[in-house]
């Protein structure tokens, strides 16, 4: 069974203060690795899809990565609009994607 | 403009009275899905479509239909609704979902069965 799980759950930043936020995954034939921000009360918005191990993709102060068994999303001088839910899902064997809870990120001014 | 529409966007109903969430996209993706999704759950696959009269179950299929008659529609229809089907639901689309594909979501709707 296809298995993702996020840490931390919530995370505080002050604004600048870069860090990372982890997706762990256990797959049976990975066919895309997701990565979604998702503002309260607001559907999911498409960030990344990452393939293969060592693939990294960038988009303005987000930079995601992906290694056999886990997945980084990592926020370089976040302001506070990068705060939001921050979501990884996997589609693997089946057609299902499957979900992490998410990260909840607060970036403090 | 590219987007998944969802209607009604709140909805507040009684036990066991037929309902029916609407959605529509115009990006003419083959592929639709509906999702529920609850604190501590996280997102949950309901149903999915494939392409046009090509539907199949999800994660968590119990008490809801689909139906897919024409490409940009994939509806939601709960024949009878129970409290534990209040939650927040999701639409979806993606060109295809083989080999991955980024899914565009609608704004949600919010159900509260009493």
């Known amino acids: 069974e296809d298995q993702v799980t996020q840490s931390p759950e919530a995370l505080r930043l002050q604004e600048g203060e870069s860090s990372s936020l982890n997706c762990s995954y256990t797959?049976?034939?990975?066919?895309?690795l997701f990565w979604y921000r998702q503002d309260p009360g607001k559907g999911p918005e498409f960030l990344f899809t990452?393939?293969?191990a060592g693939e990294e993709k960038e988009k303005e102060r987000l930079k995601a990565t992906l290694t056999k068994k886990e997945s980084f999303l990592h926020i370089t001088a976040p302001k506070p609009e990068d705060s939001a839910t921050y979501l990884c899902?996997?589609?693997?064997?089946?057609?299902?994607?499957?979900f992490g809870r998410g990260t909840s990120l607060i970036v403090h001014p | 403009e590219a987007q998944v529409t969802q209607n009604p966007r709140y909805l507040i109903t009684v036990t066991g009275k037929k309902l029916t969430v609407t959605c529509s996209q115009n990006?003419?993706?083959?592929?639709m899905s509906w999702y529920r999704q609850d604190p501590g759950l996280g997102l949950r696959q309901i149903y999915y479509s494939m392409n046009v009269e090509a539907t199949d179950k999800g994660d968590v299929p119990e008490g809801y239909k689909v139906s897919r008659k024409e490409k940009r529609n994939f509806p939601l229809i709960l024949e009878s609704p129970s409290p534990n089907q209040t939650s927040l639901y999701f639409c979806?689309?993606?060109?295809?979902?083989?080999?991955?594909?980024?899914?565009?979501f609608g704004p949600g709707t919010r159900l509260t069965v009493l």
């Open positions: 990006m003419n993706h083959e592929y």
């Open positions: 797959v049976s034939g990975l066919r895309g």
């Open positions: 979806a689309s993606s060109l295809s979902l083989t080999g991955g594909g980024e899914q565009f």
């Open positions: 899902a996997l589609s693997g064997g089946s057609y299902i994607p499957t």
């Open positions: 990452l393939y293969s």
